[in-house]
């Protein structure tokens, strides 16, 4: 009776809404307005809608776009991978990215409470969420500390990758036959700046330099994030808008190298091969072979999920402190656009520095460093052999840094904005002491990057903290809005936000081909990795005649056992809230057990009260 009751009411709400809503007066014009208005919650709002756009702009367009895209591009047949990643964009990236700022702006609210407010179930994707985006942060501080530390070797008379090798054995014996003139950068990154470990077991001492550079991160993060959107909402005017003009500057210096044009025609031409590829009496394999590979494709889809920060909280957090009426179908098309329009400028440009290098050194570009290796050996080699070239160094790794940094405080303030909507922290204890204490305590756990063996943590992070448990929140995060809030109260909530309804094509997006592709991707990758576990870049140094200083090697126990807290502590609290919330129905109201939402709290005393309250969460949609 009780259930019949609140659906009852719940239809003459909607009754009223349908009533109240005049089309005629919902335009852009009045839209607008709204969207100037201040919410009545009292909760914080941007200064601007430009502080919204360049923060979104700067939380997207990070680290991935300039060297992960470039090395994906790279390893997928140059610009085949380019069919994949718009094939991607299109089904994937860009309905979620509109379901995650809807969330955002439609609840005001971060993903822990964005989620709740939908049904009370699925709190665990919000709860999933901020653990991905915690030990995301975790691992990419750890790679801005490189490049605050490579920013300021550039300012030194010469740079030290290309100052000439060392007459004497360096502090860990390494042998100085492993630099010659064409390995130099190689010799540095190894030896003088990770101090590397011979593999993963050896954590060896404390590399102090780069340690202090872990530091310097936190402690900008800190700075910059003190007071929230207020103070981040400033900064993005630099850290956003930095990078385009640097970026720009690169491309016209990237242009001007010699052979620079050959691996840009590597970039856009599948059937373009350096002379060093083309091997007499070998059977030429054509690039398109990489279409037929399903990895190709779950990689252009975990491109597209890094590129547009899907599944971090981030874009749900941003667009919670959005006026009510913002128009974020708008916001998300062209923020999308200018992110992809980026990476493609961005991998111009890094195949332009890179592939100067290959035709001056005559090696085959796929012979070039992967991962962070392609910024700090590849591209910092060949930068170091032009004109000016501690300059165009700085500017390098100042436009990394600040690239870095930008994702960094979306993902800080994405967790932030979702702790706001739990009890776990006293509401009494100021923000700036929390973020405080987060970033001391997150710098704490970073320590181990800092250790000799720090990069191979710094690959098992990258390799395991995100891409399965992502793809499972995406596809939780899609079937939460369109099948159990509804797609036909979705697309009228989306109207009333944004002017526009979602006609056909979106609807069918998000009912069935986002969800089924993802699913896809979910199945393979799980196939995928029972069958051929990943492996990790076991250092054996510099060997005469071949260009890899790491050979493939097995994780040992204890790493598959690190690897397996990464990925089961995020995800499982998808199925363990669902859980709790339907357990006072299988077993009766003892059960019922309290959550550490505010949401929840508010929700009990509504009941204890006999007041329901019709905002779409808990045990309305039930």
């Known amino acids: 009776m009780e259930l019949e009751h609140v659906l009852v009411q719940h239809d003459q709400l909607e009754d009223q809404i349908e009533a109240d809503y005049d089309p005629v007066t919902n335009d852009e014009k009045s839209r607008k307005d709204d969207s100037e208005s201040v919410p009545s919650d009292g909760r914080e709002q941007w200064g601007s809608n430009i502080e919204f756009i360049l923060s979104t702009i700067g939380s997207v367009v990070g680290l991935g776009n300039l060297w992960r895209f470039p090395i994906k591009v790279k390893q997928y047949g140059g610009a085949v991978f380019l069919i994949p990643y718009f094939t991607m964009l299109l089904i994937e990236g860009v309905p979620l990215f509109l379901v995650e700022l809807w969330i955002g702006q439609k609840f005001r609210a971060g993903c822990i409470g964005g989620f709740y407010k939908i049904h009370k179930a699925l709190s665990g994707i919000g709860f999933a969420t901020w653990m991905i985006g915690f030990y995301t942060n975790l691992y990419y501080n750890a790679v801005i500390m490189y490049t605050i530390y490579y920013f300021f070797a550039s300012l030194q008379k010469t740079l030290p990758w290309a100052a000439g090798c060392p007459d004497t054995l360096n502090a860990m014996d390494y042998p100085k036959n492993c630099c010659t003139p064409t390995t130099q950068a190689s010799y540095y990154w190894y030896y003088e700046v990770l101090h590397i470990s011979p593999d993963i077991n050896t954590a060896g001492s404390f590399n102090w330099d780069i340690t202090l550079c872990l530091l310097a991160a936190w402690v900008t993060c800190f700075l910059c994030m003190v007071k929230g959107i207020k103070t981040s909402g400033k900064v993005v005017y630099v850290t956003a808008v930095f990078p385009f003009i640097a970026l720009l500057g690169l491309f016209i210096m990237g242009m001007t190298l010699e052979g620079a044009m050959e691996g840009v025609k590597y970039f856009f031409d599948p059937t373009y091969k350096f002379e060093a590829d083309i091997k007499e009496g070998e059977p030429e394999e054509s690039n398109w072979r990489h279409l037929y590979n399903p990895y190709c494709w779950l990689e252009a889809a975990a491109q597209i999920f890094y590129s547009l920060s899907l599944g971090f909280g981030s874009c749900i957090a941003f667009s919670s402190y959005n006026p009510p009426k913002t128009n974020f179908y708008k916001h998300a098309l062209g923020i999308s656009v200018v992110n992809s329009v980026t990476s493609l400028f961005a991998g111009v440009t890094i195949f332009a520095i ?114 399965f448990p992502l793809m499972m929140v995406a596809f939780f995060e899609v079937i939460s809005v369109s099948w159990v809030y509804g797609i036909n109260r979705f697309c009228t909530d989306f109207e009333e936000m944004t002017g526009y309804y979602p006609n056909i094509v979106w609807r069918a997006m998000w009912l069935v081909v986002t969800p089924l592709s993802l699913a896809a991707i979910l199945l393979y990758s799980l196939i995928d990795q029972l069958s051929n576990p990943i492996l990790y870049g076991e250092f054996v140094g510099c060997v005469t005649g071949d260009s890899n200083w790491t050979v493939d090697a097995n994780y040992p126990p204890w790493a598959w056992g690190l690897a397996g807290i990464l990925v089961f502590s995020s995800f499982l609290f998808i199925p363990a809230m669902a859980l709790i919330a339907f357990l006072p129905r299988i077993l009766g109201p003892d059960w019922n057990i309290p959550l550490p939402l505010v949401a929840d709290v508010e929700d009990r005393e509504l009941n204890k009260n006999g007041n329901i309250e019709m905002t779409g969460h808990g045990e309305n949609y039930a």
């Not at 570009?365 to 991962?371: A, N, Y």
């Not at 070239?389 to 870095?404: D, E, H, K, N, Y």
């Open 354 to 467: 890179v592939g100067s290098n290959a035709y001056t050194n005559k090696v085959s570009i796929d012979k070039l460093s992967t991962g962070p290796g392609l910024a700090f050996i590849a591209v910092s080699e060949a930068i170091a052999h032009t004109p000016a070239a501690q300059l165009w160094s700085a500017l390098f790794f100042i436009m990394l840094f600040m690239l870095g940094i930008d994702s960094q405080f979306a993902g800080i303030e994405g967790m932030m904005t979702a702790l706001d909507d739990t009890t776990l922290v006293p509401k009494k204890i100021p923000r700036p002491i929390v973020i405080a204490m987060f970033c001391g305590f997150s710098f704490i756990l970073g320590l181990p990057f800092g250790m000799q063996n720090g990069q191979y943590l710094v690959d098992l992070f990258d390799n395991f903290s995100a891409n």
